[in-house]
Nanobody, 119 residues
Framework: QVQLVESGGGLVQAGGSLRLSCAAS????????MGWFRQAPGKEREFVAS????????YYADHGKGRFTISRDNAKNTVYLQMNSLKPEDTAVYYC????????????WGQGTQVTVSS
């Protein structure tokens, strides 16, 4: 089964940067799309970015365009989310997830990593 472990979260001042990592194991990654989501206290989970494991096609939510970059390292089975120019409203738990093949839903989820942006 697919297992996902996020890391790299922490406390950063507004305007700073963080790089989140998602280490994946237990699956065949060629047909995967990897996604990053976030959930702030009292709010619904929202999409942040995604990348295809095979062709590197990417999608970004409007809130992260120009500031966030998703990438992958096939050799390490790891997906990254580089976050620059962070804002207090970026504060949330960030989750890595996997959508397999042509499925509509992200089936596998990590435990999340906390990102806190101070003013």
């Amino acid at each position: 089964q697919v297992q996902l472990v996020e890391s790299g979260g922490g406390l950063v001042q507004a305007g700073g940067s963080l790089r989140l990592s998602c280490a994946a194991s237990g699956g065949t990654f060629s047909s995967y799309r990897m996604g990053w989501f976030r959930q702030a206290p009292g709010k619904e989970r929202e999409f942040v970015a995604s990348i295809s494991w095979s062709d590197e096609s990417t999608y970004y939510a409007d809130h992260g365009k120009g500031r966030f970059t998703i990438s992958r390292d096939n050799a390490k089975n790891t997906v990254y989310l580089q976050m620059n120019s962070l804002k207090p409203e970026d504060t949330a738990v960030y989750y890595c997830a996997v959508r397999i093949g042509n499925a509509n839903e992200y089936k596998y989820w990590g435990q999340g990593t906390q990102v806190t942006v101070s003013s």
